[in-house]
């Protein structure tokens, strides 16, 4: 009997953990998006290819930025066979290196003449240290996009209304910003363990959070709107550089149980990028494609600039 009523109590425990955590409503906006232009960084695998699919299927030009040639191409091949749209893009763009970030704006202003989507996806939590000698974390998740957006943003407004959106995470809620530890060590967080680099991931998330919150206030009157977003807790290669064996377990165990499929994981996103009506709400944070307040570290309005004028400096901007 009491066995009975605890396989139960699991059972009702994990579907409501997995209608909280997993569950995605699907976007079904109508919008069509012909003579868009729409980037997706990340775009060859994992959300950002299922973001890439959502967007070409609504009839955009999509430019996939990614590092690798090879699998940037080999995506645009599957995309343009999977939405019968040909408009579907490769160009080069490694975020762990500011003369590649730098070089990719400067290709895609010179050959595109619109920008209408700005979709920062690319993320990772893998350890080491970028070409300019940033923490690898802090460099790809949020200083290469920071320098990416502001080199775009001339274009975006040409071009308004028009919206920027971050891939952000439901991790953010435990990260911080230790502005000393940025300042001295051009990192997040110190260490390699699985922990740190869980820890240095977290504080990427609420960098992301919080540079949308800035970025909203700059570009009051333009038109240009910014979204950030946590895409649920999707099966993708996020944790490839997480591998210690403890959490190698807990990974796959949730990876099973709690995780969706990248289709679901790229619908809030979707939202984001193509909602109507929902501009009032620039700078805001949203999961399962619905408005959520954000913990007040989260929209300070003195961090947030903080952090914004840090990353001027780290990006080579100022
Ligand atoms: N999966 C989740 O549960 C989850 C939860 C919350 C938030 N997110 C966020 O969702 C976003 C997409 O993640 P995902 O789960 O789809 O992970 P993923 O499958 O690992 O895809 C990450 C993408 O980022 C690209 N990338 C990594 N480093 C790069 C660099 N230096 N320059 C350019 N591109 C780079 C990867 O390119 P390569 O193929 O070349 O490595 C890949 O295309 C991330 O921002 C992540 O933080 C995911
Ligand atoms: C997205 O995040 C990056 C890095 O945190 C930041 O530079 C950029 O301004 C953000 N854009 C939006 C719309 O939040
Ligand atoms: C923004 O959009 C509104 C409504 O379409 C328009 O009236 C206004 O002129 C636009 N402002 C800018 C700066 O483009």
């Not at 996939?64 to 040639?69: D, F, H, P, V």
Request: aromatic letters at 8%; a positive charge.
């Amino acid at each position: 009997m009491f066995l009975l009523i605890f396989i139960v109590a699991l059972l009702i425990a994990y579907f409501i953990t997995h209608r909280i955590f997993v569950h995605r409503r699907t976007f079904n906006g109508t919008a069509k998006l012909y003579g868009k232009t729409v980037i997706v960084t990340g775009g060859n695998v994992g959300i950002g290819k299922a973001t890439a699919a959502g967007i070409a299927m609504r009839g955009a030009r999509v430019i996939l930025a990614c590092r690798s040639k090879q699998r940037g191409e080999e995506a645009v091949r599957d995309l343009i066979q999977e939405t019968g749209n040909d408009g579907i893009i490769f160009m080069q763009l490694d975020l762990a290196s500011l003369k590649s970030v730098r070089a990719f704006a400067e290709n895609f202003l010179k050959s595109e003449s619109r920008l209408d989507l700005l979709i920062n996806n690319a993320g990772l939590a893998s350890p080491g240290r970028t070409e300019d000698g940033l923490g690898m974390i802090l460099g790809v998740n949020h200083i290469g996009p920071f320098l990416l957006t502001n080199l775009l943003l001339d274009r975006l407004k040409e071009c308004a209304p028009s919206r920027v959106v971050n891939v952000s995470s439901y991790g953010h809620d435990v990260g911080t910003i230790d502005f000393d530890c940025i300042t001295t060590h051009r990192r997040l967080a110190l260490g390699s363990s699985d922990a740190d680099l869980f820890k240095a991931y977290t504080h990427s998330k609420l960098c992301n959070v919080l540079f949308t919150h800035e970025l909203a206030k700059r570009l009051e009157g333009t038109n240009v709107t910014s979204y950030s977003l946590h895409p649920g807790s999707v099966r993708s290669e996020l944790g490839r550089d997480i591998n210690e064996w403890f959490t190698r377990i807990i990974k796959a165990f949730v990876s099973k149980l709690w995780a969706t499929d990248t289709v679901s994981g790229a619908q809030t996103t979707l939202y984001c990028a193509l909602q109507e009506d929902i501009e009032h709400l620039s700078g805001r944070y949203f999961s399962d494609s619905q408005l959520v307040q954000v913990k007040p570290e989260a929209r300070d309005d003195g961090i947030s600039k903080k952090l914004w004028e840090i990353s001027e400096k780290l990006s080579g901007m100022a």
